[in-house]
């Protein structure tokens, strides 16, 4: 954590263990209170995301709380108590309710502003060492394409690789764009091509879920969710159908 950003942290802190409501029924709670009850499940998940420059550009883990915030305000303020009330158990569906929507919205802030497109030097090798594993393709699109959902571990000296400054030459972005979009229109159909294209910025500004729903013309309230499903299919195409030598060729 960036040192002038401790401070407002540890005031935070202070200030969210002052104002946790008293344990009583969920009925009982006002929305405010609701909210800053489940402000420490808002931080836990935003830990498991890296805060690199490469994962995340620069967004710091203060700004991935008050990302995940917006969502919890926005979660509670969607809840149907006639619904919850028939639930066995209110808490855990709360918190899987609300988990679901903080996830969702920090990933989606997280893609419109990480850093270049980076794949490790340990797994560059191991796809030269192995140029016939199709497992090697299917490293060089997730390092592409779905890095940012990958979970970092509870492991805090694991962790700290994470945050290591990268100070290798990046790779061109430009080369690298060319080459990966003559690929998706080889292999994907128009929709999941402009999916992956609008989603990571390929030649245009980054898009987020329900602006490419919209371009798109999918309808729905969760319009998000098809443009999601439709990324991870795109994705899985083109590790089924890239052969190895393509991608060894151009890494």
Known sequence: MKKYNVQNYVRYKEDLKKSIPDNKFYDYYTRDE?????????????????????????????????I????????????????????????????????KRIKGHIRRRVDMARGGIRIPEHKLNEIRKNPKDKKMVEIFFNSMFLSIDAR???????????????????????????YLKSLMQKHL???????????????????SANEIAEKLNIKG???????????????????????HSQVLDFV
């Open 152 to 178: 970092i571990t509870g492991d805090d000296e694991e962790n700290m690789m994470y945050q290591i400054a990268d100070k290798s030459e990046p790779y061109n972005i430009q080369l690298i764009n060319i």
């Open 221 to 243: 309230a969760s319009a998000y969710v098809r443009v999601s499903e439709l990324k991870k299919q795109a994705v899985n195409k083109l590790i089924d159908n890239v052969d």
């Open 189 to 207: 159909n128009e929709n999941e091509y402009e999916v992956l294209r609008l989603s990571y910025g390929l030649d245009c500004d980054k898009h």
């Open 68 to 99: 995940g915030s917006e969502a919890l305000i926005k979660a509670v303020d969607k809840l149907d108590w006639e619904r919850l009330i028939d639930s066995e158990d209110i808490e855990k569906t709360l918190k899987s309710f609300f988990a």
């Open 34 to 66: 609701l909210i800053v009850k489940f402000l420490p499940l808002v931080e836990n998940l935003a830990r498991k995301f890296s805060t690199t420059q490469q994962a995340s550009g620069v967004l710091s883990i203060n700004d991935l709380i008050q």
